[in-house]
């Protein structure tokens, strides 16, 4: 599934920068320290296989297609990150 637009972990970070008010930077990593680091929050191995090979495809800019999944599932265009974050300010700020 995806949004509207397809980010890269980068424009991701400056979205959340333009919607919080304060720099989000997204820092890459070699894939066996981002494995060790989620492994602490996954402990099931095929999830964290699953998102390490996700996410190492997007940071490889392997996803190149946008999908029509949520207006199928929900009857409704998507939303925008950028909508997302508004929508949940209190979330990302914790407050």
């Given amino acids: 599934m995806t949004g ?3 980010l890269s972990f980068y424009e991701v970070a400056e979205r959340f ?4 008010g304060t720099t989000i930077s997204y820092v890459d990593m070699p894939p066996e320290a981002y494995r060790e ?4 929050f996954l402990p099931d191995e095929w999830h964290l296989n699953a998102v390490c090979e996700l996410f190492a495809g997007i940071a ?4 190149d297609h946008k999908t029509d ?5 929900l009857g409704r265009d998507p939303i925008s990150l950028s909508q997302f974050i508004e929508d ?3 979330v990302f700020r914790g407050s």
Avoid at 60 to 63: E, I
Avoid at 69 to 73: S, W, Y
């Fill in 60 to 63: 490889a800019g392997g996803l």
């Fill in 88 to 90: 949940h300010l209190a």
């Fill in 69 to 73: 999944t949520i207006k199928q599932v």
């Fill in 37 to 40: 680091i989620l492994a602490n």
């Fill in 4 to 6: 509207p637009e397809l």
């Fill in 17 to 20: 920068t333009e919607a919080l």
